[in-house]
Nanobody
Framework: QGELVESGGGLVPAGGSLRLSCAAS????????MGWYREAPGKEREFVDG???????YYADSVKGRFTISRDTVKNTLYLQMNSLKPEDTAIYYC?????????????????WGHGTQVTVSS
């Protein structure tokens, strides 16, 4: 059993920054690829970014150059640094265990997902 707990969301003006954190319990963090998904009102969940077990990173085109995923293996914590935020980044952000590392996809029915943290970017 394991748990993922996100923190760091909030309200920020366009152009601002936020850093999300995800504390992982158990052996989720050390044994798996991890990443972030988001879900905006009226839209489908979408992949934001991911990090493989070896540290390779992957980003959605919409966040490349603005978001950075990182991890602290001592603290079992995953981070998402978000810069130059836009109103369209407004969503609930979920920390996830990546289920398929070939496609960087995750399914909440089968993989670990956190409860999410709200990020709101005002225009």
């Amino acid at each position: 059993q394991g748990e993922l707990v996100e923190s760091g969301g909030g309200l920020v003006p366009a152009g601002g920054s936020l850093r999300l954190s995800c504390a992982a319990s158990g052996n989720i963090f050390s044994s798996n690829a991890m990443g972030w998904y988001r879900e905006a009102p009226g839209k489908e969940r979408e992949f934001v970014d991911g990090m493989g077990r070896g540290g390779s990173t992957y980003y959605a085109d919409s966040v490349k150059g603005r978001f950075t995923i990182s991890r602290d293996t001592v603290k079992n914590t995953l981070y998402l640094q978000m810069n130059s935020l836009k109103p369209e980044d407004t969503a609930i952000y979920y920390c996830v265990k990546i289920g398929d590392v070939r496609t960087m996809t995750s399914d909440p029915r089968y993989d670990y997902w956190g409860h999410g943290t709200q990020v709101t970017v005002s225009s």
